[in-house]
DNA sequence: TTAAGAACTTAGCATATGCATC
DNA sequence: GATGCATATGCTAAGTTCTTAA
């Protein structure tokens, strides 16, 4: 791939998160990786980039902070220091020179893109992307007259009764039955869609299922505190035993987290037990421990039929709490179950890891159904929190968890129509930013000019945003949470300049944090402007300061609003992530490879995404083994081959010498077997380069939320490659849009 | 206009499942 | 049928963006 979306593929590998509070962030070293000549491919860029060429302009750099911001955006505590850093900054830059550009606010879209002024689009807001999308077919507005809603609920009415009618005989043979009659797949992609913010006019479910109540400990299992064996109170016993499953887990040997767990545990214990526990060093859990891993030991040891009974008992529960009727169609809901008390695990450093995550009651809950659907019940002598019927949202329950105080919520499964649409929309507003991406590229590169400086910051950062794929990074409450960063909250601790590094200019190193304490690692050239610009930023400034301390994600994603409708940060993600793939495909595949070399190309061109996107896992802790046991294949496959390459060897002399039909068939034979060995032997290499190869790269993340699946569709059927090679069942069953609509000479 | 809250998407890890091999 | 492994699925945290309230 040529183009100037390079990327290093360094921070794959030393990428592990950083989640040892030890571990300080600006002490992670990274080691220098071996240049997988493979992985060089996988420079990420568009060839419709590369033109990003420097003009030798002089720079002028330091412009006068003429824009005079009150800066309100930014983090309030750190807003006394900025300022009176930004009033140096201006003393000293108010003595240079202006190079007099304003840059100009152009909002034009490509002829063949329908455009609307911002003020018309605000009132039409809800129907945007019907309107725009090329491919994303607006149909007309659904209003429903008395006799269609009176038909819908009718139909409402038809599937209700069905389903309890199904449910009868579907107990013993459930599985079965749903295997036997696949229920004809509803294309929700052919029909016309709600407008004005209307979700659905027509919502029915059973509620939450919630977490088993706690089953007090057998009486010989004990819990030791100072070496003596003490009885808790149940509620005491049940935040021991979260406790207790955890101790083999690194989590539980950290400060912050036996902290926060201790702290929890305490209120929770009665005066008696608080007076005598008060170092959790004395508590002793290992009997708890070992009777948790005797418990799951058990289970795993299970005869054949008690598995299936609780195989038959969990189908049950899906049939009945799995499901939801939304508009005239059995829809899958994704999380039914009510996540159960436990203790919080936060990823990286998270200061309230430890801490005790309550168990939720009906009392807590919010129930969202429509007003002329059966209610679901609370438990016997329960209630609700609320039933409400707010059809402008996607969610059926909802409530508010303790550790952040943020609110979960119940929705439907990625293959729902509600789910699918937008999903479908998102990948329609990619393709609109690939028309007008080469306008916004010229402009924010005359924007690194600007003598604003939020106007340069911006630029600078949107640059980041398209060319690295960061993420947008919106600012988060000091120690609510892990300290970690997206392109607006980057930090100038987080960059290093090198005018000159390793026979490159104006090399830019990242490191930092991004989501989930993934660590960010790369060394970038820019160009010229954008470095100077960077040193601009980072002039006076401590390390812990804002990089972009005029920007933020919603300034950004105002501006970006104004060159695209329905244009955001993240946008740039699903476009380049898509348009790698795209390219990456074309690239890579040959057509006289087979099917598996195909595969592999196409893993790669994936996996260019997910390096691009720095989708990272942990390295299998089975990994080595595997690999080796992979090894052994090959080679027991290696000497399978040379056997039978000699024994063709010499049935072809057999036949020399014997010149009738029962040799020259035996040479056949040996010969289609000699290549049946070596298709074998190569299917295994291509195993073996692919695993090797995703070590430490997640494929599922990109291939799930940022590939347009209508590149990979169209793909397969240009190449002849079942979509089942590429997608697994859920995967299809989310995708069945495209499945169903693209065809193999889909561009996207 | 801005901050807070709500809604929804994206994320990696843990566990369950199911298939291949012995 | 048991075992081991790879893959699929479930879970829920952590982001982004949209919406509402002050």
């Not at 507005?141 to 199904?166: F, G």
């Not at 949202?393 to 649409?421: A, C, D, F, H």
């Not at 990109?702 to 059927?717: E, G």
């Amino acid at each position: 791939m040529s183009g100037d979306h390079s990327h290093n593929e360094d921070q794959i590998d030393c990428g592990s998160r950083v989640n040892d509070s030890h571990k300080h962030k600006d002490k992670y070293k990274h080691k220098e990786h071996k240049k997988d000549k493979e992985r060089e491919k996988y420079k990420h860029g568009n060839s419709d980039y590369k033109d990003f060429s420097n003009k030798k302009h002089k720079d002028k750099e330091k412009m006068k902070h003429k824009d005079g911001s009150t800066d309100k955006f930014k983090d309030k505590h750190k807003e006394k220091r900025k300022d009176e850093k930004i009033k140096s900054l201006d003393g000293k830059v108010k003595k240079e020179k202006e190079n007099g550009f304003a840059s100009p606010h152009v909002k034009s879209e490509p002829e063949d893109d329908l455009y609307h002024s911002p003020k018309f689009e605000k009132s039409l807001k809800r129907e945007r992307d019907d309107d725009y999308d090329s491919e994303f077919k607006p149909k007309k507005i659904k209003t429903e007259n008395d006799k269609k809603a009176k038909k819908r609920k009718q139909e409402n009415e038809d599937i209700k009764s069905k389903k309890t009618k199904s449910k009868k005989g579907e107990v013993a043979d459930g599985k079965k039955k749903a295997k036997q009659e696949p229920e004809e797949k509803w294309k929700w992609w052919e029909e016309e869609r709600y407008t004005d913010g209307v979700k659905w006019k027509f919502l029915e479910h059973k509620g939450p299922v919630f977490a088993p109540p706690y089953e007090p400990l057998p009486s010989h299992v004990k819990f030791y505190y100072d070496g003596k064996a003490m009885k808790l109170s149940p509620e005491a016993e049940e935040v021991a035993t979260f406790f207790a499953k955890m101790l083999d887990h690194e989590y539980t040997t950290k400060d912050i987290f036996r902290k926060n767990f201790f702290k929890d545990w305490r209120k929770e214990m009665t005066s008696e037990e608080k007076t005598k526990i008060t170092d959790l060093k004395k508590c002793n859990f290992t009997e708890m421990s070992e009777y948790f891993k005797a418990q799951s030991e058990a289970r795993k040891a299970m005869t054949k039929e008690e598995k299936q009974k609780i195989k038959e008992q969990n189908e049950r529960t899906l049939q009945e709490y799995g499901f939801c009727i939304m508009d005239n169609h059995k829809e899958r809901i994704a999380n039914f179950r009510i996540e159960p008390p436990g203790l919080f695990r936060g990823r990286g450093d998270h200061p309230k890891m430890g801490m005790l995550k309550r168990r939720i009651r009906p009392e807590d809950i919010i129930i969202n159904c429509s007003k002329d659907s059966k209610y679901p019940e609370p438990p016997p002598g329960r209630k609700w929190k609320e039933v409400r019927h707010d059809n402008k949202v996607t969610w059926l329950v909802s409530w508010t968890e303790n550790i952040q105080g943020s609110i979960k919520y119940i929705m439907l499964n990625p293959s729902s129509r509600i789910k699918g649409e937008k999903d479908w929309q998102k990948y329609e507003t990619a393709r609109r930013l690939k028309k007008c991406v080469d306008r916004i590229r010229a402009q924010y590169r005359e924007d690194w000019k600007s003598k604003e400086m939020r106007i340069r910051q911006r630029a600078v950062a949107l640059y980041f945003i398209d060319k690295l794929a960061l993420r947008a990074g919106n600012e988060k409450e000091e120690g609510e949470t892990a300290d970690t960063v997206g392109c607006c909250s980057l930090r100038v601790e987080h960059i290093k300049l090198y005018p000159e590094s390793e026979g490159q200019e104006y090399v830019v190193e990242f490191d930092f944090l991004g989501k989930d304490s993934i660590r960010y690692y790369n060394r970038v050239p820019v160009e010229k402007r954008v470095f100077k610009n960077l040193q601009l930023f980072m002039e006076n400034k401590e390390p812990d300061d804002d990089l972009f301390d005029r920007l933020n994600t919603s300034i950004l994603n105002k501006h970006l609003q104004e060159l695209m409708d329905g244009l955001t940060a993240k946008v740039f993600r699903t476009y380049n992530a898509s348009i790698t793939l795209q390219q990456q495909l074309k690239e890579l595949t040959t057509a006289d490879e087979n099917i598996p070399a195909k595969i592999l190309s196409y893993n790669r061109a994936n996996r260019a995404v997910a390096i691009l996107c720095n989708h990272q896992r942990a390295p299998p802790k089975t990994f080595e083994k595997s690999m080796q046991n992979l090894q052994t294949k090959i080679d027991a496959k290696k000497d399978q081959l040379s056997e039978a390459k000699r024994e063709l060897k010499s049935a072809k002399a057999d036949a020399k010498v014997h010149r009738d039909e029962k040799s020259r068939k035996a040479v056949e034979s040996k010969r289609k077997a000699v290549q049946r060995i070596e298709e074998q032997l190569m299917k295994l290499e291509v195993q073996a380069t692919d695993r090797e190869e995703n070590k430490q790269i997640a494929l599922g993340t990109s291939k799930l939320n940022y590939l347009d699946p209508r590149i990979s569709v169209a793909w397969c059927k240009k190449w002849g490659i079942p979509v089942e090679k590429i997608y697994n069942k859920t995967q299809r069953e989310k995708f069945a849009w495209a499945i169903d609509m693209a065809d193999e000479d889909y561009e996207f």
